[in-house]
């Protein structure tokens, strides 16, 4: 890997640091979701679309991984949408505005 600053921050929402990803790269890592797994890197409020370059940049670095080989990372989105309204119901007892009394 490229000699860089084991400090500096890939990740911004997990604060994961290229020397946590090199760390898991030499234990054998080799896909976006196996250093997500173990850093949480992608799994902040970006999910991963930030950072994800990155971490895939750093895969082909390390010279384990062909840049061919790179598997992008798998997205879940969420099972179906809930509305504010439907939250809200869900919560007999949270605080209402006053108008809503």
Not at 7 to 12: A, N
Not at 25 to 50: H, N, P, S, Y
Not at 79 to 95: G, K
Request: glycine fraction near 6%; include cysteine.
């Amino acid at each position: 890997m490229a000699e860089r600053s084991r400090s500096v921050i890939v990740c911004r929402c997990e604060n994961v640091t290229i020397g946590e990803i090199a760390d898991v790269l030499e234990v054998g890592a080799r896909t976006f979701d196996e250093i997500k797994r173990v850093t949480r890197a992608g799994m902040g409020i970006c999910q991963g679309r930030t950072c994800e370059c990155v971490v895939t940049d750093l895969l082909v670095e390390d010279g384990r991984v062909a840049p061919e080989e790179i598997v992008s990372r798998s997205v879940r989105p969420p099972v179906r949408p809930i509305t504010l309204e439907v939250l809200a119901a869900s919560e007999p007892d949270a605080p209402r505005l006053p108008d809503e009394a």
